[in-house]
């Protein structure tokens, strides 16, 4: 964080909305892109602008200004949570992969990674997204989703395992298309 962004917090602490506005432009991207992974395109941007109405509101009590991106983040990632336990958004792998031609000649597997990671449970998805998306550390995801380095590497895992077992699901469903682009 720069000394800018951190007067800006400190203003905002005080009731400054325009320096808030500006806080929130800043990291409004990254914010819906990891909504996204979690609760999906549809519903990203009404998780983030929840979370951030709850930030406005607890900011005053943030200790550490320089805290302010991962405070954030574990703000929206709750509210992101809790949309998802809501609306139980699960899809099978078979529906994930992008409308292509499957006939076409030299045809690439391009899959969105929001509907690959729609296939796991929430916090799995958010730990992904994190590490895959956002590149950060095991201690810096513990920090924001509020578990331990060691949790995140089991989410991890699992997720890993869990898209595993569904990609070797959706394997014939590839092979019969790629049977069909022959003929």
Request: hydrophobic letters at 40%; a neutral charge.
């Amino acid at each position: 964080m720069d000394a800018d962004e951190r007067t800006r917090v400190i203003r905002a602490q005080s009731g400054d909305i325009e320096a808030f506005s500006a806080l929130i432009t800043s990291h409004w991207e990254s914010l819906v892109r990891f909504a996204r992974s979690v609760v999906g395109s549809s519903d990203a941007e009404d998780a983030v602008q929840n979370g951030l109405v709850k930030a406005w509101v607890k900011l005053a009590g943030l200790r550490d200004p320089g805290a302010f991106p991962a405070w954030l983040l574990r703000i929206v990632s709750r509210e992101c949570f809790s949309h998802a336990r809501r609306t139980k958004r699960l899809v099978s792998l078979s529906d994930v992969s992008d409308p292509v031609d499957p006939a076409g000649p030299d045809r690439i597997e391009a899959v969105d990674v929001e509907r690959v990671l729609a296939v796991l449970p929430v916090r799995q998805r958010a730990v992904m997204h994190l590490t895959v998306v956002e590149g950060m550390s095991d201690s810096e995801i513990g920090e924001v989703l509020h578990i331990t380095a060691a949790s995140v590497r089991s989410h991890r895992r699992r997720a890993k395992d869990n898209l595993n077992s569904a990609l070797r699901a959706y394997e014939p469903l590839r092979e019969d298309v790629h049977e069909g682009a022959g003929r």
